[in-house]
């Protein structure tokens, strides 16, 4: 199993463009959610979603969608970038909330 | 919503000492305990958690506590070794929201 992957692992964008971070799973879990890590800030939830077809607003979502259109892929969208979503971004997927998140290994965005 | 804290933010020890991390949490429904460990420019991967019926949990040199009336748990790691330097983050499941609250994390420094 390749377990949790993400494309791309670094990008630059500039102020204004768009753009789609990748996640995909191969472990058949319902549940995926993407995160975003800035210094001393921890791990902020963005958006999740429980199954195909069903997302919902995390912590921090203003400036993202999301979709779930099958159990696999996850994808996150930038819409207008903006130098605060400058971050590393991890996608995460489990069976639910109460089992173990496995990470993918991370999207580092900068934008200028 | 559920706000976890972790103290101290950072922490240093001897190589040979035992190192504990103290996380609160404010929802008394929460029902699932992650601690998850990130070297630095990795990702997260969990390394121990608990629920909620069971007091403490041991894995080798790692154990992890839980206070349900106090609503705190802590991870214990005993003879700490220069490979336990890392970011630690602790984590509480958020009942009928499907979500895992993060706390901001606690840097452990093993001092060879």
């Known amino acids: 199993n390749a377990g949790v992957t993400q494309t791309p692992k670094f990008q630059v964008l500039k102020t204004g463009q768009s753009m789609t971070l990748q996640c995909a799973q191969d472990m058949n879990h319902e549940y995926m959610s993407w995160y975003r890590q800035d210094p001393g800030m921890g791990l902020r939830l963005i958006h999740y979603s429980v199954g195909a077809g069903i997302t919902d607003q995390g912590e921090v979502p203003n400036g993202y969608n999301v979709s779930r259109s099958t159990t696999e892929d996850f994808p996150l969208r930038l819409l207008s970038a903006a130098p605060s979503q400058t971050s590393v971004y991890f996608c995460?997927?489990?069976?639910?909330?109460?089992?173990?998140?496995?990470f993918g290994p991370g999207t580092r965005l900068t934008v200028t | 919503g559920e706000n976890v804290e972790q103290h101290p933010s950072t922490l240093s020890v001897q190589e040979g000492d035992s190192a504990v991390i103290k996380c609160t949490y404010s929802d008394s429904a929460s029902n699932y305990f992650p601690w998850y460990k990130q070297e630095l420019g990795k990702r997260p991967q969990l390394i121990i958690d608990i629920r909620s019926n069971v007091g403490e949990k041991k894995d080798q040199r790692i154990a992890v506590t839980l206070n349900k009336t106090a609503k705190h748990f802590s991870l214990h790691i005993t003879e700490t070794q220069p490979e336990d330097s890392a970011v630690y983050f602790c984590?509480?499941?958020?009942?009928?929201?499907?979500?895992?609250?993060f706390g901001k994390g606690n840097q452990v420094v093993v001092i060879p």
């Open positions: 984590a509480a499941s958020i009942q009928g929201n499907n979500r895992l609250a």
């Open positions: 995460a997927s489990s069976y639910s909330e109460s089992y173990e998140q496995y």
